[in-house]
């Protein structure tokens, strides 16, 4: 038995060692990939102007307007899904923690959500939008966003609560404190490091999307200026520009991916910092 046992541990920890690498040397290649093609093309005009006459068949211009309007887009749909997915999440593990069948439930609704494909999400709102003869704008691909978002958000801040030790809610509750105060000034304190990732992988999964703003935010070479206006972002400038057979163009896309990638990495750094800053406030047990 115990030989067994140790051929087994063996086994799996080659197995455990090659499938990191094989993920680590996925990512590097995918990494290097971006960057081999993405650099030669990179310039400050790139990231500075939007785009002039003939830029997609190789002329001047930049894409700044997909940058701003990524950047609208993402925050946007970030903060909105925020104002629901707190509430929501806090009532699932504080209000609703001793009925287990209802949050079972609630969990398996929002895992369905998740599953769902973004361009469900955009066909959906897409189609609403043509019943109400509502034009692409910002808003629109802003609230398409915000309702891809809000489950993953949800289920993200949800695992985080359940890390929430028992003893910490009766301790707050045997003090005289109400459901909402525990909930908003010792849980949701307790919680501000997991939410802060939450977060992050919320607003990654926004502004890296394509197919939930493909029908609904529109794209144009101007940076919008109000919320009725449309708006383009990284993944469709990506998408249009490798459809183009000019070679020029296509470098371009990968810039255009080259800055998304440096946008997200430098969201996760500060995420981290964050995270680290806020971990001296948990209740330690």
Same mark, same amino acid.
């Given at each position: ?60 211009? *930049?894409?700044?307007?997909? =940058? @701003?309007? /990524? #950047?609208?887009? !993402? $925050? +946007?749909?970030?903060?909105?899904? &925020?104002?629901? %997915? ?42 609403v939008m043509i019943y109400l003869g509502v034009r692409?704008?910002l808003l629109a691909g802003i609230i398409t966003v ?47 490091? *997991?939410?802060?990732?939450? =977060? @992050?992988? /919320? #607003?990654?999964? !926004? $502004? +890296?999307?394509?197919?939930?703003? &493909?029908?609904? %935010? ?68």
């Amino acid at each position: 038995m115990r030989k067994t046992s140790r051929i087994e541990e063996r086994f799996f920890r080659v197995l455990m060692f090659f499938s990191t690498a094989f993920i680590a040397i996925s990512l590097l290649l995918i990494v290097f990939s971006i960057v081999y093609k993405g650099l030669p093309s990179l310039s400050w005009e790139m990231l500075t102007q939007e785009p002039k006459g003939g830029f997609y068949f190789g002329k001047e211009g *930049g894409i700044l307007n997909a =940058i @701003l309007g /990524s #950047f609208y887009l !993402a $925050i +946007g749909a970030t903060l909105l899904a &925020m104002l629901i %997915a707190i509430p929501v999440a806090l009532f699932i593990n504080v209000h609703l923690r001793k009925y287990k069948k209802s949050t079972n439930f609630i969990r398996f609704l929002l895992d369905l959500m998740w599953g769902v494909p973004s361009i469900v999400y955009g066909a959906f709102a897409f189609g609403v939008m043509i019943y109400l003869g509502v034009r692409t704008s910002l808003l629109a691909g802003i609230i398409t966003v915000t309702l891809f978002i809000i489950p993953i958000m949800i289920r993200s801040f949800d695992e985080v609560l359940k890390t929430i030790p028992n003893g910490l809610l009766e301790s707050t509750f045997s003090l005289g404190a109400t459901l909402s105060e525990t909930s908003y000034r010792v849980v949701l304190r307790q919680c501000i490091p *997991g939410f802060i990732t939450s =977060i @992050l992988l /919320s #607003f990654g999964r !926004a $502004i +890296g999307d394509a197919a939930a703003v &493909m029908f609904t %935010a529109g794209f144009t070479d101007s940076i919008p200026t109000s919320l009725n206006q449309p708006a383009a972002t990284l993944p469709l400038s990506i998408f249009f520009q490798l459809s183009s057979p000019i070679p020029e163009v296509k470098a371009r896309a990968y810039t255009s991916a080259l800055v998304l990638t440096v946008i997200i990495l430098l969201i996760s750094i500060f995420a981290r910092y964050f995270s680290r800053k806020y971990e001296k406030n948990k209740i330690r047990f």
